[in-house]
């Protein structure tokens, strides 16, 4: 299974809001000056002892009400950083609103606001006419309110894989690119925290209670985030970095737990390096999927481990943003390309001693990177590595 | 866009696999008295069969149809899962739950929870490592993963599986997005030049179309009386007008299924003999 055509798509505009900063510059600023985004929990309502990557959304305005949802007030600050927007209506001034797709990731989409109906239940047991959302309540919400707030009549879908959410919607564009459905996508992720994450992934074991340190040989978890991204792709080769390949596919093991060989991972990653035609030797960083937990890192590690040779850099950047799950493939693609754009490669922030058999960078560097694969892998065993190069 | 319809399943009230919809053509049976089965697909291994929810197994299940019915190979094909609101039951659990004062929640459930939950059981149950995906477009569910499927097949040239589910909706969420039938449906389409054992084999023709410029194009509904209800109670339902034109060569030789809010899908079907 693989793409019949080398990917004529490249990336011409990015955004980003996590707990990195909002927008590229204040990400660049607390980059270069080693400011993490990690903060101990004060979550409404949670007990959960661990550090969280949060974004400050108190300068957002109230969405109408049909639209009211945290996950909706991240996507309206991060669509106002970096002149994304307005780059957009640049696109649908030229190429039409028909002419401009979306595809959205996400895992919690407006779970916030159905978290929020059941605490205020009448008195039959019903949700009070102000959470009657079906915009909000759909997993489609994202993809929704992009397409609406941008005026875009193109295509439009919401990706929801998990934690593979925001990478696999490069997959998507592509296609839809390279067949000509449209002549541009915006593309992205939103995930934002609350309680479903933090009880869902303390359930299962797995939250830290330190700010997470990825493929340290005591790590003890990972640390949750939210973030919004997003990606203006399209067939013009005068932007950013080219979509040089994606690869896609299931560990077919288990729901909660990797492929305790990595199956899945290797391929995911072998598959986008196929498309890109590709060897990992000839690929500069990899930004690792790396969120903490044991199972992960040791398994994505021993893949890696097997694949690289000296040359090439890694790192795992959850330290710096936390895990922002739906939106981490959005937030880890935008921090690889920064990499190709800019030469800084992020270090694996709060890692002090590696137990990683490749080149784990623990502290920022400056390298030329023309080309960098990022890894995403989400539960349901869903994985997927994205290649960009530099143009 | 083009591709070859060969294969397709089934899950709804009266309904258990493609050949039920096919015999319900013509007669006046009503499948609105008729008993729901809950499927138990025997593909699911029994010790993620015991995890699996109503709308997992569902999805499993047709997902084993459609591939059976085309005699593709489980293993490889690469799939997408479509969805308008994904599974309720899951969403009123956690809800409930964080709302009182003991939230620990189940890790079974919660790993359920994420959206691509039927999707990744599929991978499982057919040992298949190929790519698999849930999209979502709300009611635009069923045309955004058609047009995502056939792009797929047309990407990679091989056949590829698309799998659609919607859970009736129970109070509270009745009033927010009201599904009065669950159902589930399942499709296989291939390359033009894929050669096929199945019994099935429809060319389709799709192409997207903008609403602003084509104000004749409304959804198309279903025509028999048995599957009217059906195809207007769930969002999944405008494949259930697909496939009874697939089945029916009497009705329109066309069928419109909304894509987004500003697109639509007009899909041209030819028989083309095995």
């Known amino acids: ?391 | 866009m083009k591709a070859r319809l060969l294969g397709a399943g089934v899950w709804a009230r009266g309904l258990t696999c493609y050949a039920d919809l096919v015999d319900l053509i013509g007669s006046d049976k009503s499948l609105q008295n008729a008993d729901f089965t809950t499927p138990a697909p025997a593909s699911i291994p029994s010790r993620e069969r015991r995890r699996a929810g109503l709308m997992i197994s569902m999805a499993v299940e047709v997902a084993h149809q459609a591939c059976d019915h085309a005699a593709v190979m489980k293993a490889e094909i690469p799939s997408v899962f479509t969805s308008a609101m994904c599974d309720t039951q899951i969403t009123d659990y956690m809800g409930r739950k964080l709302a009182g004062a003991e939230k620990l929640l189940s890790p079974t459930r919660f790993h359920n929870s994420v959206h691509n939950a039927a999707s990744g059981y599929w991978s499982i149950s057919a040992e298949n490592r190929a790519s698999s995906s849930y999209i979502g477009a709300s009611s635009h569910s069923v045309g955004a993963a058609l047009l995502d499927v056939i792009s797929l097949v047309n990407d990679v040239h091989e056949p590829a599986l698309l799998v659609g589910y919607d859970l009736a909706t129970e109070p509270p969420f009745d009033d927010v997005f009201a599904i009065q039938e669950t159902m589930a449906f399942a499709l296989v389409f291939a390359p033009l030049d894929f050669r096929s054992e199945s019994d099935l084999n429809v060319m389709i023709e799709l192409n997207c179309l903008q609403i602003r410029d084509n104000p004749q194009a409304q959804a198309s509904q279903a025509e028999h009386t048995g599957l009217k209800h059906l195809a207007q109670a769930n969002p999944m339902g405008s494949a259930i007008t697909l496939l009874e034109r697939v089945a029916d060569e009497r009705l329109p030789r066309c069928v419109y299924i909304s894509s987004s809010a500003h697109t639509m899908l007009k899909i041209d079907l030819a028989l083309t003999g095995a």
């Open chain 1, 1 to 391: 299974m693989r793409s019949l055509t080398l990917s004529v798509v490249y990336v011409n505009r990015m955004t980003l809001t996590s707990a990195l900063g909002t927008g590229l510059s204040a990400m660049r600023e607390n980059l270069a000056s080693s400011t993490g985004g990690l903060r101990p929990s004060r979550w409404p309502d949670s007990d959960v002892p661990c550090f969280l990557g949060e974004v400050d959304l108190s300068s957002v305005a109230e969405l109408p009400a049909a639209r009211r949802s945290r996950n909706n007030r991240l996507i309206e600050l991060a669509l106002e950083q970096d002149g994304f927007a307005s780059a957009v209506a640049d696109e649908v001034a030229r190429a039409g609103a028909h002419r401009v797709g979306v595809v959205m990731g996400t895992s919690t989409s407006g779970i916030d606001r159905a978290e929020e109906a059941f605490r205020h239940l009448d008195a039959d047991g019903r949700f009070e006419p102000q959470f009657w959302q079906p915009q909000v309540f759909t997993p489609h919400a994202p993809g929704d309110y992009v397409a609406e707030r941008l005026g875009l009549q193109g295509p439009c879908l919401t990706v929801s894989a998990a934690c593979a959410s925001s990478a696999k919607v490069f997959a998507v564009a592509r296609r839809w690119l390279e067949q000509d459905l449209v002549d541009a996508v915006v593309v992205g992720g939103a995930d934002n925290l609350c309680l479903s994450v933090i009880y869902g992934f303390h359930s299962l074991q797995l939250v830290a209670p330190e700010p997470c340190r990825p493929f340290s040989p005591d790590r003890q978890g990972i640390s949750l985030g939210e973030a919004a991204g997003f990606a203006l792709l399209t067939r013009k080769s005068d932007g950013l970095v080219r979509l040089a390949g994606v690869g896609e596919s299931c560990d077919a093991y288990h729901m909660s737990s990797a492929h305790p060989d990595g199956l899945g991972a290797k391929l995911s990653m072998q598959r986008a390096l196929d498309a890109a035609d590709l060897t990992l030797a000839q690929v500069d960083y990899v930004n690792l999927h790396g969120t903490g937990t044991r199972a992960n890192d040791d398994v994505e590690g021993r893949v890696c481990a097997a694949m690289a040779d000296d040359r090439t850099l890694f790192s795992a950047t959850k330290g710096w943003t936390g895990h922002t799950l739906g939106a981490a493939g959005i937030v880890e693609s935008v921090l690889t390309i920064n990499a190709i754009v800019t030469g800084l490669v992020p270090g694996t922030m709060n890692t002090q001693v590696s137990e990683a058999g490749f080149n784990l960078l623990l502290n920022n560097e400056q390298h030329q990177v023309r080309r960098a694969l990022t890894n995403s892998f989400g539960f349901g065993g869903n994985n997927c590595s994205v290649v960009f190069e530099a143009i």
